[in-house]
């Protein structure tokens, strides 16, 4: 993957933000289900896999049922996918109440319960459950495929920087409260949640991790990598995070990387690495985790075809 600009393609709020908005709360829809499966630290289990076509939940059980849920944004349209069977919706030109409702008369036929919850969170300023949000929502085929490609991108990037690490790690997706990628590096020490948060957030707390990821932005923050510490350290201040452009933003508790600077690297995969190594060292000097959670780094295809003898 190199740094040419028809790879990484410019992306801004402006050209996505409408789509996100409409497409946030019905990857919620199918996101709801993973709240009945066994918590995972960090809630690392409930994301949402980059698919070659979209986005797709974990499998579900649900009774005799085992099923799964493809929003396959390069088509347009949300696929069901049950033991029992599957259906497939549209997504073009409907509301998100439109959309919930075909989803669960859809589900129904597959022996699927509806999700037991309806709320849509996350998402500030957003109606209160789906079957309220009756605003139309035009389709922007363009904006869907540019939305994948970011998130594609960012997420070869991510999982090259969680390869080596042994600890837990869940596999990178996107969390579909608030429409991030996620990349999470987790050691076991328990700390204190903060009690102004929502109780998901309070469990996304009980253990120290380090977090890198990737934001679509919104109206006033540009699409771009992130990253933090749990608990925050001190001493973030005055660092090199790896990537030229690189800051850290005191005010929002986060490292960032502006999308735009990152398309600019001579080599944008390898710069998303540089950036998580960066923010792990961090984690090492300023808050004592351990470099022997860190496994060696090394291509796939050499690792298999070379003998474990050979120097």
Not at 22 to 33: A, R, S
Not at 262 to 270: G, T
Not at 296 to 302: E, L, N, Q, T, V
């Amino acid at each position: 993957m190199g740094g040419r600009s028809d790879v990484w393609p410019e992306l801004s709020w402006e050209r996505v933000g409408p789509l996100v908005e409409y497409l946030n709360p019905l990857v919620q829809i199918g996101g709801k289900y993973s709240l009945d499966m066994p918590f995972e630290t960090g809630w690392g289990n409930v994301v949402l896999d980059v698919t070659p076509r979209g986005l797709r939940t974990p499998t579900y059980r649900q009774g005799d049922v085992a099923f799964a849920v493809h929003y396959r944004l390069l088509d347009g349209d949300m696929l069901i996918e049950a033991d029992s069977g599957s259906a497939t919706l549209p997504l073009a030109d409907h509301s998100v109440a439109d959309r919930f409702v075909a989803f669960r008369e859809a589900a129904a036929e597959l022996g699927i319960p509806a999700p037991r919850s309806t709320r849509i969170c996350e998402i500030p300023g957003s109606a209160p459950k789906f079957e309220d949000d009756r605003e139309h929502r035009p389709w922007d085929a363009g904006a869907a495929r540019l939305v994948w490609r970011a998130f594609d991108l960012a997420a070869a990037g991510l999982e090259a920087w969680q390869a080596p690490f042994q600890g837990h790690r869940p596999r990178v997706g996107v969390m579909w409260g608030g429409f991030d990628l996620s990349a999470t590096r987790y050691r076991p020490h328990r700390t204190t949640p903060r009690r102004d948060l929502p109780a998901f957030q309070q469990n996304g707390e009980l253990t120290e991790y380090v977090s890198v990821g990737f934001s679509l932005g919104d109206a006033e923050t540009d699409p771009g990598m992130y990253a933090y510490i749990w608990p925050q350290p001190d001493g973030m201040d005055g660092r090199s995070w790896g990537v030229d452009g690189a800051t850290w933003n005191s005010a929002a508790g986060l490292v960032q990387l502006p999308w735009r600077v990152l398309r600019e690297a001579p080599d944008p995969h390898r710069a998303i690495v540089a950036f998580g190594d960066a923010v792990y060292d961090a984690a090492v000097d300023l808050a004592g985790w351990s470099t022997d959670l860190l496994g060696p780094r090394c291509d796939g295809w050499h690792m298999s075809t070379t003998p474990a003898h050979h120097p």
